[in-house]
């Protein structure tokens, strides 16, 4: 007489590929802060962010536009930024949309041909958008339990 035992799915196995799904980049992101430094380092992307802003638009309304980061990026970039660190204030995800912004921000001001300085501003709003969309992924996979 023998017995057949018929192999269960292994639970563990399932969740290591769901979690594959996610990618090693997502997934590195989504490592929570403590609680005082994610709120410490939000605040300063905040804060920085509206100082700039504001310098930008001294600098447009004085006239002197073109002695600073030009207004409309600055306050396209403020806005995104501050609310994806707002938002992913827990993680520190939301690194690939300030990377994307300064991008922005430097081909702004920089003198390229006028077919690369479109191509490379849509390349960094870009990095942007991915950001936002990495840390958004991050933020709801730090809120699943790890085990």
Known sequence: MSTHVISQPNEQQHDATADDEHGSLVR??????????????????????LVVGIWSLVATWSGNAGSFLPFFQVSVTATVVSLNALYARRTFSYVITLIGAILWLWVSVTPFAPFFQV????????????????STAAVRLSKQPRF
């Not at 590195?28 to 962010?49: D, E, H, I, Q, R």
């Not at 870009?126 to 950001?131: C, F, N, P, R």
Request: net charge neutral.
């Open 28 to 49: 590195s992101l989504s490592t929570t802060l403590p609680t005082a430094l994610g709120n410490l380092l939000a605040t300063l992307v905040v804060l920085v962010s």
């Open 119 to 134: 191509l490379l501003q849509a390349v960094t709003v870009l990095i942007m958008v991915a950001g936002v969309v990495f």
